[in-house]
């Protein structure tokens, strides 16, 4: 038995976690003893986890013995993870927040969560979300509502809110969620964690609801150190023969093409092109560019024109609904209204996108495309924020930020645009409001440059002032 008390484990980022084990000072066994003792002791007041994995504990035993028998030991051996409940998992179930999966068992694991198994990590759980995966916040008929740790008032966000509260509350210390337009990377904000959104394609989706359409979709890695996603996506990263959209090869990385004779250049903006953005936020956005500054990199302030012309929230919606309602339809087609909740009653009822606006849209996202391909001619990476509000109080549908009142998709509207362009972006924080909630800000890199976001977020959280915070609970 090692000299490790619970509360120590629990808080250990995962890169950490694998190296005790793999130097035995700790037993895979204690990890996740102490992870599984943390989840009954803490999720009722958070109500992140939806299943344990029945073999979980086993498993952990198992990757002891290989331990003490001096196997080969991959990366994650012995380490626990848990994925988001859209994810595959063969033999635990995968509901997908709708009583319409009550009960679905996969026989196989989506490529995510096979590839972190072959490095020796550990299912633990299956985390809460929203219906299908679409809305704000993580709620739905089956398993209820998540709670944010750091206010159980608030909402640790959606779609993959339950996978960030698992995290930022020490019920798992790496996890897998999946993004639409915000669901790794606003979580990650209202809960204080980091999460990547690789470039699209980099990860396959494989294994994963919804199979189509998903040219938005993106699944990663959601974690509480910076090195802990870069160790992820190096493990989750690469095609699968499956998903004909994660076509870049493994170990390809545009951001080692940069010259290292000169400093690494970053642009950043907070207005406009985002929508509204509270003040709060803005300043610590101006705090992360002062910090980079500060440590050797060229910061300047930008503006991205197609994002001022083309508001990317309005130009996803015109898509995305095209695309996304006639899935739903087929989904819920002979379920009564009784077996569904807000979003899926909301995509029956959206009126169509006409084509001719479909066909605009389209346009637009070319210019966005286009817009930021110019920007990375001079900028090596963009520094934005995540969220234009630290978390809300559960349930609200509109906001009043900067003295502009919106709706409840305008939180959408900094991570949004890189759904539409496939553009890799890192959620981490920096901040904290003056109601002591968490504040992360974005870092976007050019495509299939994920190399050079995780270094300069590896820069920021080097100085952070709120780096190893944990919500009291």
Known sequence: MSSFVSSDIVFQDATRLAELIRTRQISPVEVMQA?????????????????VADDALKTARQAEAAVMAGETLGPLHGVPFTAKDS?????????????????????????????????????????NLPEFSYWIESDNL?????????DLERTPGGSSGGEAAAIAA?????????????????????????????THGRVPMTGIFPRAPRRFWHVGPMARSIRDLALAFSLLAGPDGLDAYASSTANFDAGAGRS????????WLVEPGFGPIDPEVAATVK????????????????RIAALERDFALDVFNRLHVMEMKPAFAQVTAGHSEDALYKMAKTMRALPETSMKDYIDAEQAAERLRDGFAACF???????????PIPAHRHGADTFVIN????????????????????????????GTSKEGLPINVQLVGSWLAESTILHLASLLESVSAVRDLHPAL
């Open 35 to 51: 992870h599984l003792e943390r989840i009954e002791a803490i999720d009722p007041k958070v109500n992140a986890i939806v299943t």
């Open 377 to 387: 001619q001079e900028y090596d990476a963009l520094l934005t924020p995540v969220l």
């Open 260 to 267: 290292p004779h000169r400093p690494l250049r970053v642009g």
């Open 403 to 430: 003295g502009r009142t919106v709706d409840a998709t305008f939180l959408q509207g900094a991570t949004v645009p890189l759904n539409i362009t496939g553009l890799p972006g890192l959620s981490m924080r920096f």
């Open 170 to 198: 020490g019920m798992s210390p790496l996890g897998l969620g999946t993004d639409l337009a915000i669901s790794v990377r606003g979580p990650a904000a209202q809960t204080g964690i980091v999460s990547l959104k690789a």
């Open 287 to 302: 705090a992360a560019a002062d910090a980079l500054q500060s440590n050797g990199v060229d910061v300047a302030p930008v």
């Open 87 to 127: 994810i595959d998992t063969a033999g635990v179930l995968t509901q997908r927040g709708s009583p319409i999966f009550r009960g679905r068992v996969p026989d196989t694991d989506a490529t995510s969560v096979a590839r972190l198994k072959k490095a020796g990590g550990i299912l633990l759980a299956k985390t």
């Open 142 to 150: 089956l398993s209820g509502r998540s709670n944010n740790p750091w």
